[in-house]
């Protein structure tokens, strides 16, 4: 009864509840984007799937980010790496720098999908200018650290002691750069979104849409496979 309500295994629940909120939230954006590019559909229903979307995303959007801190704090609190003695100052940093970005991510949504009619104020819109930035750093950052601390524990003598979880994040870190890529087409997708919006529908509007969506979603695909596959190494701790 003990192992019951102990903190670490509050992590370890939240952690997992996450991983289960990643994939079944990223079902709803790919169902969504998939009408949201639906020709035969009206521009209001494709407008509204536009909005569900936007939501859904922010599951996996936010669970990257709260896996990574649970994980890092469960790695130090359960000695599968970070073992130095510094573990506990680590997992306090990654919890303050993850609160501040999650933060960031929804100021973020809240800036991007505006209520018909309603405009955010200039302020917002500038900072989120600057945070996206700060964003894609951070993301460039978080994995070749990530790659790097997994890759020396493997063929050398790195922080992480659980080959598991040294291959476990060296596949995280390609998950995160797989969510680079998508942030990188994101932009020519909503343009070709709004295009469609503001002039109609035409085909090669809509295979304009069709072309650039096709390479988003090779990343999201991938990243699909990969959280599965970090789900097995998890549970399965070769
Ligand atoms: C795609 C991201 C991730 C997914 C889908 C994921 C999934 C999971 C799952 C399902 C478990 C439970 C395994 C079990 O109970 O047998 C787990 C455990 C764990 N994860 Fe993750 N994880 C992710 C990222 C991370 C990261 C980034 C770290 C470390 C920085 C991490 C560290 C850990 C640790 C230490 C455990 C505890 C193992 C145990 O005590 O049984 N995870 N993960």
Redesign the pocket.
């Given at each position: 009864m003990d192992l019951m309500f102990d903190p670490?295994t509050v992590l370890?629940f939240l952690?997992?509840i996450m991983?289960g909120l990643?994939l079944g939230m990223d079902m709803g954006v790919y169902n969504a984007g998939a009408r949201l590019s639906n020709p035969k559909l009206s521009i209001e229903t494709r407008a509204a799937m536009g909005k569900l979307g936007g939501f859904l995303d922010m599951g996996p959007r936010s669970a990257?980010v709260i896996?990574?801190m649970l994980?890092?704090t469960?790695?130090a609190l359960?000695g599968?790496g970070f073992t130095g003695g510094y573990g506990p100052d680590l997992a306090l940093a990654a919890a303050v720098v993850g609160v501040v970005w999650l933060s960031g991510l929804w100021h973020q949504f809240w800036v991007d999908h505006p209520n018909l009619g309603e405009t955010r104020p200039d302020k917002h819109v500038k900072f989120q200018q600057h945070f996206r930035r700060i964003d894609l750093t951070m993301r460039i950052i978080v994995t070749a650290i990530l790659a790097g601390t997994a890759i020396w524990s493997l063929v050398g003598d790195g922080p992480i002691i659980a080959t598991w979880?040294a291959v476990?994040?060296v596949l995280?870190a390609i998950?995160v750069s797989c969510g680079i890529g998508i942030r990188i087409y994101l932009p020519d997708t909503r343009k070709a979104i709004a295009d469609i919006f503001a002039n109609g529908s035409t085909p090669e509007r809509e295979a304009e849409l069709t072309r650039r969506r096709s390479k988003m979603l090779i990343f999201v695909k991938t990243i699909w496979t990969l959280?599965a596959v970090?789900?097995w190494i998890?549970?399965a701790?070769f």
């Open positions: 670490y370890k952690h997992i991983a990643w990257v896996l990574l994980g890092i469960m790695t359960g599968w979880l476990k994040l995280f998950i959280v970090v789900i998890s549970v701790k």
